[in-house]
């Protein structure tokens, strides 16, 4: 039973088109967080969200939009897909303060 | 603000032979310290933490020591193996924030 899953594993898409990434978690934790990952394997945050309300939200183009229907689920919207955004995208979890986090398989996204 | 610095990679070495992979951070509180890894194709996993200065924490026949004094939290192996191959992230999370900060990742091959 895989605590933090995501979908879909791969994503291949065209320049200018709309996609959407899902987070479920079955762990209960109150945070969870979207991490993009370059190629050269730097991991940069992208957002966080606890229970359902944005605490972090880093400099991230607006075309990227987090939406959080419930304490499980964290999903990401992107619209008009960019070369630039070809990486690998990781959601991740955190119980309390302090804790370590808990990662997702990753969904790597490549724009052609 | 908060940061993490460790060393470039990409580090390769034969199997048995003894590993160190420096880590160096900066915060304005007391962080905890983590070490991550990342195996081909997989999400990070949590190796090892520690809470406050001189704690060690060990897993996997991996050890890294809390230095308040010098700001480290270096990542040791007496014996790697072949199975150790894959990409090291060292990070930090202060009092109070939701942000984990990681360094840029260490690649590790291990040669049999």
């Known amino acids: 039973d895989t605590a933090v899953s995501q979908t879909p594993k791969y994503l291949v898409t065209q320049m200018g088109n709309d996609k959407s990434i899902k987070c479920e978690q079955n762990?209960?934790?109150?945070?969870m967080y979207w991490y993009k990952q370059d190629s050269k394997k730097f991991l940069k945050i992208m957002f966080s969200?606890?229970?359902?309300?944005?605490?972090i939200n880093e400099t991230v183009p607006n075309r990227f939009s987090p939406k959080s229907p419930d304490k499980a689920h964290l999903n990401l919207h992107i619209n008009s897909l960019e070369l630039g955004d070809s990486a690998v995208y990781f959601c991740?979890?955190?119980?309390?303060?302090?804790?370590?986090?808990?990662f997702g398989n990753g969904t790597r996204l490549t724009v052609t | 603000g908060n940061s993490v610095t460790q060393m470039e990679g990409p580090v390769t070495l034969s199997e048995e032979a003894f590993l160190t992979i420096n880590c160096t951070y900066t915060a304005t509180g007391y962080p905890s310290l983590f070490w991550y890894v990342q195996y081909p194709g997989e999400g990070l996993q949590l190796l090892l933490k520690a809470t406050k200065a001189d704690d060690k924490g060990s897993n996997k026949g991996f050890e890294a020591t809390y230095r308040k004094e010098t700001t480290s939290f270096h990542l040791e192996k007496g014996s790697v193996q072949v199975s150790d191959s894959a990409v090291y992230f060292c990070?930090?999370?202060?009092?109070?924030?939701?942000?984990?900060?990681f360094g840029k990742g260490t690649r590790l091959h291990i040669l049999p």
């Open positions: 969200y606890n229970n359902k309300e944005l605490i």
């Open positions: 990070a930090l999370s202060d009092v109070g924030d939701d942000k984990i900060i």
């Open positions: 762990l209960g934790h109150d945070t």
């Open positions: 991740a979890t955190r119980g309390a303060d302090y804790s370590p986090l808990h």
